[in-house]
C-alpha cells in the first residue's frame, strides 16, 4: 500500500489533486525498485 500511497504523492500534484512535495533521491530510488520488485498492485493505471 505505501507504494501506491507514494506514487500519488509523486502523480497527484501534476494532476492538480495536491500541493507538490519535495522528494528524496534515495525515496525515490527505493520506490522505482520496489516497483521494479513487483510490488504494483496499488499503482494507478
Known sequence: M???DLQRVIE???L?????QPLP?????????LVDAGFD???IT
Open 25 to 33: 533521491h534515495d525515496v525515490e530510488a527505493a520506490y522505482t525498485r
Open 2 to 4: 505505501l507504494v501506491g
Open 12 to 14: 497527484y500534484p501534476k
Open 41 to 43: 498492485s496499488r499503482l
Open 16 to 20: 492538480g489533486f495536491a500541493a507538490r
